[in-house]
């Protein structure tokens, strides 16, 4: 910590909907390559505005997949979309009376939707203080650098070692990222 310095954390608090999307869209690509492919996006709705559900589900799958979306993440889209007209994905204001392990609960019956897209909702997007995402590799490799052990920790002891640090574990997690990037 004395190393890195102070790490700075705002939430970007935005509607479940778009931060699932947007977490959908930038899934396992170059920051590049989905910034792209949102932009398309955008440009199928008015004013590229960030569209509603309903909106989404009005879209038929070829032109969404014509944004550059594969068939999968062209699915778990419509997916998104369909269990948030349903409710069963909470707004912002919901969020904030739930507990942590409830919002990771509803979103992973998103197609889509794992944990680790959960766990990084709670972190980046409502600013959850204590989220460890234990099978996470960068916080696995930054646990690994920062204690000198000769190989990374297995998801479930991580999970025991992060105790110690409730109730601050994203602010632990933000570090361990961070000693992988400065390493």
Not at 44 to 56: H, I, R, S, T, W
Not at 128 to 155: N, S, T
Request: aromatic share 8%.
């Amino acid at each position: 910590m004395k190393r890195i310095g102070p790490i700075k954390h705002k939430p970007k608090l935005l509607p479940p909907f778009q931060s699932l999307v947007q977490a959908i869209i930038y899934k396992q690509l170059s920051t590049k390559a989905a910034g792209t492919i949102l932009k398309r996006f955008l440009h199928l709705f008015k004013d590229d505005d960030f569209p509603e559900p309903a909106q989404v589900m009005e879209m038929d799958a070829a032109t969404l997949r014509a944004t550059g979306l594969s068939r999968g993440k062209t699915a778990y889209i419509i997916d998104t979309a369909r269990k948030s007209l349903l409710g069963e994905i909470p707004s912002l204001e919901e969020c904030d009376h739930l507990t942590d392990e409830t919002i990771i609960e509803r979103l992973i019956t998103i197609k889509g939707v794992g944990r680790w897209t959960a766990e990084m909702f709670l972190i980046f997007n409502l600013g959850r203080p204590d989220v460890l995402p234990v099978h996470d590799l960068g916080i696995r490799r930054g646990y690994q650098i920062a204690y000198r052990k000769r190989k990374l920790p297995e998801p479930g002891k991580l999970q025991r070692i992060g105790l110690k640090w409730t109730p601050h574990r994203t602010t632990v997690a933000l570090y361990l990222w961070r000693n992988v990037d400065s390493s």
